[in-house]
């Protein structure tokens, strides 16, 4: 998992506009690698400020967060990139690939100075601890990661450490 401060400075860290998009996007969306890639740009849904995910894992669709940050990017990238289909696509066209997505992730962490390994979906991880860490119910949670059981979603319950600061202790 990476640190809130750590993911925006993995963000901040990026220059080249479309690489910031693609993690700004896997970790405030909580997107898997593969739904990333497959995003085309009707799935950006800015009326209602969120991203449907289509043909997700196990062929669900769902939808998550769309923050005001990341739109204004993917305004700014459309305008300079163009997209025919995908909102992220190949210098060829079609789909980007998976490996690049790891590519700029390996990059921004190291650009941002952080030492543990960080891969698409430890954002992912992290866009949900965060989000329960800051009081999000468990039960919206898991809906925006597309779990089907709140068993597969409690998993993060044990790293949200953080908030157990916020919980009145009995006896003091």
Sequence with gaps: MVSEEEA???????????HKCIISILY?????????????ITD???ERMVIHI??????????????????SDLRKY??????VKFLFEGSKGGHYSSSSVKKIVDKAALLAGI????????????????????GTDLRHIQVLLGHNSSKTTGIYTHVAIKSFKNIKKLLD
């Design 8 to 18: 925006k400075a993995m963000i901040a860290a990026t220059d080249n506009l479309k």
């Design 28 to 40: 405030s969306g909580g997107l898997r690698r593969n739904e990333l890639i497959n995003l085309k």
């Design 44 to 46: 950006i849904d800015s």
């Design 54 to 71: 289509r043909n997700g894992k196990g062929g669900k669709d769902r939808i998550t967060l769309l923050s005001n940050s990341v739109l």
């Design 78 to 83: 459309y305008i300079k990139i163009k997209p």
């Design 115 to 134: 030492k543990k390994k960080v891969t698409p979906h430890t954002l992912r991880h992290s866009f949900a601890t965060h989000l329960l860490e800051a």
